[in-house]
């Protein structure tokens, strides 16, 4: 409702401005450069401007009235006072209305047409999620439905250790599957409608807890060193997000940087800003797919059958929404002495003002 | 023997849920009681009085909240809440509805088998233990004296300021109780939660956690859930 005031009061302002300037030049168009039969042109002029800045048809038509009665009033015979005879005012009337009436229309066809754009732009990307998601998800299930229809018909004819394997990788396939859900369910919890992100103070020793907790269970054999300031820190975030972005950027350690013995994960704060930054001494990445590597997912383009590799891309394409969504800025490169270095920063000052 | 086993029941509408659960619980020497709906649920839990309730939420008769807060409103057998949801705010009002913990769809078996025996055992030490004179607990190597109000650790006092120490006392009273952020502030300032005072609650936290000498990783006495709250745990 405020915004529906705010946006007539700045129609109404754009409205009276050039009202204002366009009887300024009237005035002097005619007293000083005596060029009166201008005047109308310069009124026509003002409606054709603020049809287009304001939104909707109600300002033109009002400039177009009241520049109609400017021009009787000022700048017509008998000066300085009204006259309503003149059969030419009706007729600068007229021109004057229809050029608001067609300009409007035009304006809002226009951006109309703009978001109608937009929209589609956002199912084409949705549309290419769900076909690349839904790609993905063939390949564990195969295993998970293969391998359990596997055991059950040849439950006696299977050896211990034969079955024990499936039922290893039907694990390790349900367990890719989740992660999966999660991002997905990640990208929901943004992209549901206009619901704002909910940022709630978190502490962030608590925050990289629960992310070590999280990463050693699945993984417990990966080296990951943590260096986090010493006082309390506290920063505004929706930390189940947070949460997500950290294990995708570990977990994408895991799984591609080759040669990898350790993960290090530091933040450091300054000017207000958290930086966290987690780099492994990995392969690095390579220079093709530096520039896309958040995006990639979305990009129809980029045909892999491997599905480890690309849920990778659907884990960093997560990563870059939900910083987005928070108003921090998401990096990769790769650092000197060769592994990938990813670093993303949120804001970390007191929402004193904003909350109290 | 048979008789001697602790029962749970297990109120789930899928039944592959039911049965993989049932089997794990029942080799892990647990009796199982099984409840496909609320109204199954209430029927069983009066005619069997378990020790333990696994409850499923989104039953297909009524949400599983209600079978919760009605056994609550008499009873105080500890509930585990299986929920699919990951919203903190809804695993904040069945807390605070009087679950004793929860555990996220999907899950690990020995990370439920885990929420089990520490729900079992805390249950049946506190109904004895807690406010006794003289009386002590104590959790791995810590050991807190409730009428001295003080907290060793290896035999070494850790000093501890008095708002410190009631949070500490507090989360023992209700060990392996998930202690949701409004109730730990109900109890320690009596007062109504707000973002004033859960930030005080986790700065007090975090000194906490320093004195214990506890890192991030490393948090072996003290669970803590994201927007949610704490627990004090005996099994890491």
């Known amino acids: ?356 | 023997m048979n008789n001697n086993r602790y029962k749970i029941l297990f109120v789930e509408d899928e039944e592959n849920i039911r049965t993989f659960m049932s089997a794990l619980l029942e080799a892990n020497g647990y009796q199982v009681i099984l409840a496909a709906n609320c109204s199954e649920a209430k029927m069983m839990y009066f005619s069997y009085v378990p020790d333990l309730v696994i409850l499923d939420l989104g039953l297909p008769d009524k949400d599983g909240s209600s079978f919760l807060s009605e056994v609550r409103s008499s009873d105080s057998t500890p509930f585990i809440v299986l929920s699919a949801r990951s919203d903190e705010s809804e695993k904040v009002r069945l807390l605070d509805l009087g679950a004793n913990d929860f555990v996220t769809k999907p899950f690990g078996s020995a990370e439920l088998l885990a929420r089990v025996r520490t729900c079992l055992r805390n249950f049946c030490h506190s109904s004895d233990g807690g406010r006794l004179p003289g009386a002590k607990f104590t959790l791995m190597d810590m050991v807190i004296d409730y009428d001295a109000r003080r907290i060793f650790l290896r035999g070494e006092e850790i000093k501890l300021t008095q708002t410190e120490y009631n949070i500490i006392a507090l989360l023992s009273e209700h060990c392996g109780k998930m202690m949701t952020y409004s109730a730990i502030i109900k109890a320690v300032w009596r007062e109504y939660p707000d973002d004033g005072n859960i930030k005080r609650l986790q700065v007090n936290m975090a000194n906490i956690r320093k004195k214990l000498g506890l890192r991030p990783g490393n948090n072996k006495y003290i669970v803590n859930e994201l927007g949610v709250g704490y627990r004090l745990q005996d099994e890491s």
């Not at chain 1, 059969?87 to 600068?92: A, D, R, V």
């Not at chain 1, 972005?245 to 977990?251: T, Y």
């Open chain 1, 1 to 356: 409702m405020g915004e529906k005031t705010l946006k007539h009061i700045k129609n109404a302002l754009v409205m009276l401005l050039i009202l204002g300037v366009t009887f300024f030049i009237s005035l002097v168009l005619q007293d000083v450069l005596t060029m009166q039969e201008h005047i109308t042109t310069v009124f026509v002029f003002a409606v054709f401007l603020v049809s287009l800045i304001t939104d909707g048809y109600l300002y033109g038509i009002l400039t177009a009235f009241l520049g109609v009665i400017a021009v009787n009033f000022a700048f017509t015979f008998p000066y300085f006072a009204f006259n309503f005879t003149i059969p030419e005012n009706f007729f600068s009337a007229l021109i004057m209305i229809v050029i608001s009436l067609m300009t409007s229309a035009l304006t809002t066809k226009l951006k109309k047409w703009q978001e109608l754009k937009a929209e589609g732009e956002h199912e084409k990307m949705r549309a290419n999620l769900l076909r690349a998601v839904s790609h993905d998800l063939r390949t564990p299930l195969t295993t998970i439905y293969g391998s359990s229809s596997a055991i059950i018909d040849n439950y006696d004819s299977l050896s211990d250790e034969s079955k024990r394997k499936m039922i290893l990788g039907i694990k390790d396939d349900s367990q890719w599957l989740i992660g999966m859900v999660e991002n997905l369910l990640s990208i929901t919890r943004i992209d549901s409608g206009n619901v704002k992100l909910i940022k709630s103070p978190t502490v962030l020793e608590e925050l990289v807890d629960s992310v070590i907790l999280k990463f050693k269970k699945r993984y417990p054999d990966v080296k990951l060193s943590i260096d986090i300031p010493d006082e309390v820190v506290i920063i505004p975030m929706d930390p189940i997000l947070i949460e997500q972005v950290i294990i995708n950027i570990l977990e994408n350690a895991v799984h591609h940087a080759l040669g990898m013995t350790k993960i290090s994960f530091t933040v450091k704060l300054n000017d207000g800003s958290a930086r966290f930054e987690i780099s492994d001494d990995g392969c690095g990445i390579e220079k093709e797919r530096l520039d896309r590597i958040f995006t990639g997912y979305y990009d129809i383009t980029e045909q892999s059958t491997d599905a480890k590799r690309r849920n990778a891309g659907i884990g960093l394409s997560v990563c870059a929404t939900i910083i987005k969504a928070h108003g921090g800025s998401i990096t990769a490169a790769n650092s000197s002495s060769g592994g990938a270095i990813f670093s993303f920063t949120l804001d970390a000052s007191e929402p004193n003002e904003e909350e109290i």
